[in-house]
């Protein structure tokens, strides 16, 4: 599965958007993004993910690159409630496990 | 609550004992999987089930651990002979399908060997 670098830890203000990056520059053809996050002491909770095209859900939208080396999620208004671990995975559509790695701490301020 | 739910939330053991988790996924989910965490870390990938059968078993599954899943309803896992080196957050995910589909972890199941 292709690697992705995350930044270790972010802030945002609460009602703003906040915007997690996630490069994945060897990223292959068949891999989609996803994304999740944990909340402290709970399980992973499934966000979003894409394979090329944007994508938007309830939760968040998800940005991919053209060359789709890269991505961003967006949070639109973050709340305090949205401080998490994200974690930004590139998995080919036949894989079964996600491949975790150390993620983004976002810490939403007051 | 993803509807994913496992048993039991703590489980602290002196080293040695054997100790059993047992996890009940979304009911129309086939596919279930464990994962294991340590602290700082993200999730690690233990083993994958397709209904009762166990496909896919990562190299940290040593010979100590044991996953079932009966009838393709819920699973258990076991470690035996528990090592401290064991304690982690023990996390279950079920989902419809393999692929695309999204996986629902449940809340997981906090192992303190002492």
Not at chain 1, 44 to 65: F, R, V, W
Not at chain 1, 74 to 89: E, F, G, K, Q
Not at chain 2, 18 to 40: A, K, M
Not at chain 2, 72 to 82: A, H, K, P, Y
């Amino acid at each position: 599965d292709a690697k992705t670098t995350q930044p270790p830890s972010m802030d945002c203000a609460e009602g703003r958007a906040a915007n997690l990056p996630c490069n994945h520059s060897t990223i292959s053809g068949n891999e989609y993004v996803y994304w999740y996050r944990q909340i402290h002491s709970q399980g992973p909770q499934y966000i979003i993910h894409g394979l090329k095209n944007n994508e938007t859900n309830e939760m968040a939208s998800l940005i991919i690159t053209e060359d789709r080396k890269s991505s961003t999620l967006i949070l639109p208004h973050a709340t305090l409630r949205d401080t998490a671990v994200y974690y930004c995975i590139v998995k080919p559509g036949s894989a079964r496990q996600l491949t975790f790695g150390s993620g983004t701490q976002l810490t939403v301020l007051p | 609550d993803t509807g994913v739910s496992q048993d039991p939330r703590h489980k602290i053991t002196k080293r040695g004992q054997n100790v059993t988790f047992r996890c009940d996924p979304i009911s129309e989910h086939n596919r279930l999987y464990w994962y294991r965490q340590t602290l700082g870390q993200g999730p690690e990938f233990l083993t994958y089930f397709q209904n009762e059968a166990q496909l896919e078993k990562s190299r940290l599954l040593s010979d100590r651990f044991s996953a079932e899943r009966p009838k393709g309803s819920f699973s258990t896992l076991e470690i035996q002979r528990t090592e401290q080196g064991d304690s982690a957050m023990y996390l279950c995910a079920s989902s419809l399908g393999t692929g695309v589909y999204e996986q629902y972890f449940g809340p997981g199941t906090r192992l303190t060997v002492t």
